[in-house]
């Protein structure tokens, strides 16, 4: 079964400095990983991706992703956090061997980004 | 370029009322995907439609749930005597293309979601 684990539920940080948020997979084969972030009352949008092309995925607003077999985990990653980028974010992998296309969602990670 | 449309937005019914959540996809998509945010969760999957076909209904709750997708309209996500339980953000997705293989270049466009309050 394929399922993923995001280790925060809540992460807070300063303006300007370093995000890392954790996310971990489980999958009994290659798996396709995601990013999604929510804001507010809104729905869902793709951050980034993962489709085994290249282990470091770079996505919208500065945020990139290193897929790490040997540790089965997906961080997210930005450099310098933004009043802007604080959401719920979502770790997702795509379940089945078929043609559903169905999202496996994680429980999610409170980004707070403080002035 | 309209994305994909959820009505309505917000949505109060009391116990034992019935509960229909509209989702147009982005145009020429044909494949609908339908999920549930509980508070505090991640979304959870519910269903799956192409056009006038249910693909998978493998997240749908057994009783009372019900969903289509007509050759002309929007989807429907149809909740029949609501409960409490049943309050949460319902999210309609849609993609241009369905097969696993194919979708990775044109994922899932959510739409802004249907908060469902039972009171």
Known sequence: AQSVTQLDSHVSVSEGTPVLLRCNYSSSYSPSLFWYVQHPNKGLQLLLKYTSAATLVKGINGFEAEFKKSETSFHLTKPSAHMSDAAEYFCVVILGSGNTGKLIFGQGTTLQVKP | ?119
């Open chain 2, 1 to 119: 370029n309209a994305g994909v449309m959820q009505n309505p937005r917000h949505l109060v019914r009391r116990r034992g009322q019935e509960a229909r959540l509209r989702c147009s996809p982005m145009k020429g998509h044909s494949h609908v995907y339908w999920y549930r945010q509980l508070p505090e969760e991640g979304l959870k999957f519910m269903v799956y439609l192409q056009k006038e076909n249910i693909i998978d209904e493998s997240g749908m709750p057994k009783e009372r749930f019900s969903a289509e997708f007509p050759k002309e309209g929007p989807s429907i996500l149809r909740i029949q005597q609501v409960v409490r339980g049943d309050s949460a953000a319902y999210f309609c997705a849609s993609s241009l293309e369905g097969e696993k293989m194919k979708w990775y270049n044109s994922p899932l466009h959510f739409g802004n979601g249907t908060r469902l309050t039972v009171t």
